[in-house]
């Protein structure tokens, strides 16, 4: 990294990439996204860079090239190879060079159960996770994730052992799955909608999303709408933003402001970019999970 903290390279470097997911025990139903695992080999040293779209909350363990990485509006991480993200509407910025990667993902439910600070207080954050206080207690995992002499599928059980371990119920835990379950529905078009499916008041609703979701009410029903859309525009090649974006906006022109609420750029802009590892991950997991993207996960 150079003195500013700014990555260098373009992201152009010839480069594999694999990505394999792993679908949580059913005792974890509504807790996790899933644990994935990225494999990059960039050649010559080089260096690539994407943007993480939003999402739910994750952890990250990194084994090899230490990340570098940006929520928009943030100093960036560096010089770690445990990250830990907030529930984020923004995008994250990173780049990353020959690395083993480990990640979790944390549905609502799951945050809940495992990270002991209100969601909104960490929204659209990224941390040192071996330094901040509401993850270090995942940082051993570490010493097992990194390890060459560990198998991959005794990796996983790690993982699984861990979190059992540290899974603690929550007295909100119905309330959060009835949440969110109305949140996912593609037909949901209001917030007094919202609150009437999940058998709550609108106040008791921005109460529960704030604490376990991270975002208002609205936020999160944006942010379900525009994820539909970009998702759709990654899996349908050579398609254009009018035949994917949601029918829930009014045009096009609502669309591209929304695009840059959550994309920090335009529609335009992001298409004319390449996304060599987020492309890469979208396709994997919609084939595997049936699910492009984490906020669209169902909770069980």
């Given at each position: 990294m150079n003195g500013s903290g700014e990555p260098k390279g373009a992201g152009t470097a010839a480069y594999t990439i694999r990505s394999r997911f792993f679908a949580p025990p059913s005792e974890f139903d509504g807790c996790f996204t899933s644990f994935y695992r990225l494999e990059l080999d960039v050649e010559d040293g080089g260096k690539i860079r994407d943007y993480l779209q939003p999402e739910w909350g994750n952890?990250?363990?990194?084994?090899?090239?230490?990340?570098?990485?940006?929520?928009?509006?943030?100093?960036?991480?560096?010089?770690?190879?445990?990250?830990?993200?907030?529930?984020?509407?923004?995008?994250?910025?990173?780049?990353?060079?020959?690395?083993?990667?480990?990640?979790?993902?944390?549905?609502?439910?799951?945050?809940?159960?495992?990270?002991?600070?209100?969601?909104?207080?960490?929204?659209?954050?990224?941390?040192?996770?071996?330094?901040?206080?509401?993850?270090?207690?995942?940082?051993?995992?570490?010493?097992?994730?990194?390890?060459?002499?560990?198998?991959?599928?005794?990796?996983?059980?790690?993982?699984?052992?861990?979190?059992?371990?540290?899974?603690?119920?929550?007295?909100?835990?119905?309330?959060?799955?009835?949440?969110?379950?109305?949140?996912?529905?593609?037909?949901?078009?209001?917030?007094?909608?919202?609150?009437?499916?999940?058998?709550?008041?609108?106040?008791?609703?921005?109460?529960?999303?704030?604490?376990?979701?991270?975002?208002?009410?609205?936020?999160?029903?944006?942010?379900?709408?525009?994820?539909?859309?970009?998702?759709s525009f990654m899996l349908h090649k050579g398609s254009k933003w009018t035949e994917v974006i949601d029918e829930h906006y009014h045009d096009q022109s609502q669309f591209t402001r929304e695009f840059r609420t959550f994309m920090g750029m335009t529609p335009r802009e992001y298409a004319a970019q390449d996304h060599p590892i987020l492309s890469s991950f979208v396709e994997a997991r919609a084939r595997d999970l049936g699910s492009p993207a984490q906020t669209l996960d169902r909770p069980a």
């Open positions: 952890i990250r363990f990194f084994c090899g090239v230490m990340p570098w990485s940006r929520m928009a509006g943030h100093e960036p991480v560096i010089d770690t190879n445990f990250t830990a993200t907030g529930p984020s509407s923004r995008p994250t910025e990173f780049e990353l060079g020959t690395v083993r990667m480990w990640g979790v993902g944390f549905l609502p439910l799951g945050w809940a159960r495992y990270v002991d600070v209100e969601a909104k207080a960490l929204a659209n954050s990224v941390s040192d996770g071996t330094q901040h206080p509401a993850f270090r207690k995942f940082a051993s995992l570490r010493d097992v994730l990194c390890n060459p002499g560990v198998s991959i599928e005794e990796q996983f059980e790690a993982l699984c052992a861990a979190m059992r371990l540290l899974s603690r119920p929550h007295r909100d835990e119905a309330t959060i799955l009835r949440v969110h379950s109305a949140m996912v529905d593609e037909d949901l078009g209001s917030v007094a909608e919202f609150a009437e499916r999940a058998g709550l008041s609108v106040r008791s609703l921005e109460r529960i999303c704030a604490r376990h979701f991270g975002f208002t009410p609205k936020l999160l029903m944006r942010r379900q709408r525009f994820m539909r859309s970009l998702t």
